[in-house]
């Protein structure tokens, strides 16, 4: 799945086109390379030189020959650079160090509210990040981009945080020049329940073209992905579920200023307070999983209910964008089949067959991990695009001249 934040006005080095192809990971030679570009030998050759030269591919293990001189295969060198991926959660931060095809080499975790501000928490995710390419031996030359999900709307095109309710002080803030300033690469920022959908089909359903991430946890949001493309909407707000209002609400107000809102009745802190008045010790998304893994029955029946709530907007989704899968992440998610039990007896009873028939409700295969899987995934999106190869291509070939 591309998903490209920028746009170059370069014409293509022709090495951009030869990398998408190997971007797969299958080693290939160079026949193999020509003949499905169409393209002399020769003309392959200097590609895969200016390719190597920057490190991005290189030679594998002999291919089988056929008689004579073996051909050698040339695939991606999926170590060779890096990207970071930085999940900014309500109350935590998670950074990761992943190699070229998205897979995890070193990762840290910090508590941290996002309310004190920007220039707090991002000065914490300078720290961590500093300190993981430290540790994995990696020279900031390695590093190709920075791929960030925030929890709440964003401008693509900027990279700001737009209005985003739970991030007081974060409106219009210009993340991507705050990481640019220190690490210089390119930096992309998105929701975080998008990079959350991106991270969740890399690691499990890179062939489902159609699918809806739902994350339930403080907040509850979904990315949508549609004909194999994250879709973000006009403003950067699809997939906004947690604001729809729900029909078995009782008037309970959200900090949006309506009632009702899925995120008001469904949430972890919104079940942990009914959790409360019934006299259990609750207060977070984490105190909820706790109950129910100790076989709380309160806990459980509310749980169920606030499955049943998130599956009656869901159901309405389903008819909307008809997608093959839907799962379930967030911290919530950790309470099991309780939750989505209660997602699938909605979405099951409340929409036509036709659009369910195929339609598989799973909980997130990346759990907690999702997030910074999907901001690396974001970061390699970019740094691997014809317009980034294309532009690295030229620079190397302005310095070789020069």
Not at 11 to 29: C, E, H, K, M, V
Request: glycine residues 12%; hydrophobic residues 45%; proline residues 4%.
């Amino acid at each position: 799945m591309s998903d490209i934040s920028t746009f170059s006005g370069l014409g293509s080095s022709g090495a951009s086109d030869l990398f998408q192809i190997l971007r797969d990971g299958r080693p290939r030679t160079r026949s193999e390379l020509a003949q499905q570009m169409g393209l002399a030998r020769s003309t392959v050759t200097l590609r895969i030189e200016a390719l190597m030269e920057l490190g991005l591919v290189g030679f594998v293990d002999d291919a089988v020959s056929t008689g004579g001189r073996p051909s050698s295969r040339i695939a991606l060198k999926a170590g060779s650079k890096v990207v970071l991926g930085v999940d900014i959660g309500a109350s935590h931060l998670q950074v990761a160090v992943t190699d070229l095809t998205g897979h995890l080499l070193r990762q840290a975790a910090r508590t941290i509210e996002i309310t004190k501000g920007p220039d707090v928490v991002l000065k914490a995710v300078v720290e961590l990040a500093t300190t993981l390419l430290g540790d994995s031996d990696r020279a900031m030359t390695d590093l190709l981009a920075i791929g960030v999900g925030v929890p709440g709307p964003v401008e693509h095109r900027t990279g700001r945080p737009i209005n985003p309710p739970i991030m007081p002080g974060w409106n219009g803030y210009d993340v991507p020049g705050y990481l640019q300033s220190h690490f210089h690469v390119p930096v992309l920022v998105d929701n975080d329940v998008n990079i959350m959908a991106l991270g969740e089909r890399n690691v499990a359903w890179a062939n489902v073209d159609n699918l809806v991430f739902v994350k339930v946890a403080t907040g509850i949001g979904s990315g949508i992905v549609s004909s194999g493309m994250l879709q973000r909407g006009a403003d950067g707000v699809a997939g906004d579920i947690g604001h729809i209002r729900v029909h078995s609400g009782t008037g309970v107000p959200c900090h949006c200023g309506n009632q009702d809102c899925l995120e008001a009745v469904a949430s972890g802190p919104a079940v942990a307070s009914k959790l409360r008045a019934l006299g259990l010790d609750a207060r977070t998304s984490e105190d909820v999983v706790r109950l129910v893994r100790a076989g709380s029955t309160e806990a459980i029946h509310a749980v169920r209910q606030a499955g049943r709530d998130v599956g009656d907007v869901l159901s309405a989704c389903v008819s909307l964008i008809n997608p093959s899968v839907i799962i379930i992440g967030g911290s919530m998610a950790l309470t099991g089949e309780h939750f989505i039990a209660g997602i699938r007896e909605m979405v099951y009873s409340r929409t036509i067959p036709l659009a369910t028939q195929h339609l598989q409700i799973v909980q997130s295969s990346s759990g907690l991990d999702a997030g910074v899987l999907g901001a690396s995934m974001l970061a390699i999106h970019h740094a691997m695009s014809p317009q980034r190869i294309d532009a690295m291509v030229l620079g190397l070939s302005e310095s070789m001249a020069g």
